[in-house]
């Protein structure tokens, strides 16, 4: 399976301030997605990363506030835009091929002061 | 859309004993169920999957059950170890890849030694 690469792992930022967080996959994929933890919950998909297009953004997420990229097959960015301390979160890139489950990276955890 | 329910939410064993999560799930077009398992600080990893048309699957101390007729699956864990202890999460998904997975609410599996 894929191997992923996620960066910054962690960062602390100020409010009104954006962050961008970068995905890179060690071979092609064809589905990269892009997720939102709360520690000890559940995972919350933010939007698809489409391949030379713009992402498919789940309800309740917006381009202005996540904005995406995704040039080619094996790497992907999501800005969190303006952020507030309701940004705090964990957020966490994932690939997948043809017929595998996800590869997730190690998540970004972004702490808004 | 589809909604996956996870149970039980936290679950104890004793080291050497089994343990199983079970979860149902709503779109009956959804076919394939993956299984996650997600440490401390860390990504989610995929661990077992299962598609519709089987029934059930095995990987060692691993095993996966689908009952496509009452859109329930579960996870069997046998033998547990200490390092089995982490929080599972299910999905569900259509398409024949992972596609865009809806995931449960995760069970925190702690196995005491």
């Known amino acids: 399976s894929a191997v992923i690469s996620q960066k910054p792992s962690r960062d602390i930022c100020q409010r009104g301030t954006s962050l961008t967080i970068q995905c890179q996959v060690d071979?092609?994929?064809?589905?990269m997605f892009w997720y939102r933890q709360q520690p000890g919950q559940s995972l919350t998909l933010i939007a698809t990363?489409?391949?030379?297009?713009?992402?498919?953004?789940e309800s309740g997420f917006v381009i202005d506030k996540f904005p995406i990229s995704r040039p080619n097959l094996t790497f992907s960015t999501l800005t969190v835009s303006n952020m507030s301390p309701e940004d705090s979160s964990i957020y966490l890139c994932s690939a997948t091929g043809q017929y595998d489950g996800y590869t997730f990276g190690s998540g970004t955890r972004l702490t808004v002061v | 859309g589809e909604n996956v329910e996870q149970h039980p939410s936290t679950l104890s064993v004793q080291e050497g004993d089994s343990a199983v999560i079970k979860c149902t799930y709503s779109?009956?077009?959804?076919?394939?169920f993956p299984w996650y398992k997600q440490e401390l600080g860390k990504g989610p990893q995929l661990i077992i999957d299962i598609r519709s048309n089987v029934g059930e699957k095995k990987d060692q101390r691993i095993a996966v059950t689908l009952n496509k007729t009452a859109k329930h699956f579960s996870l069997h864990i046998t033998e547990t170890q200490p390092e089995d202890s982490a929080v599972y999460f299910c999905a569900a998904s259509t398409g024949t890849n992972a596609g865009k997975s809806t995931f449960g609410d995760g069970t925190t599996l702690t196995v005491k030694p």
């Open positions: 779109d009956s077009a959804s076919n394939y």
């Open positions: 071979s092609q994929v064809t589905m």
């Open positions: 990363a489409n391949q030379g297009s713009e992402a498919t953004y």
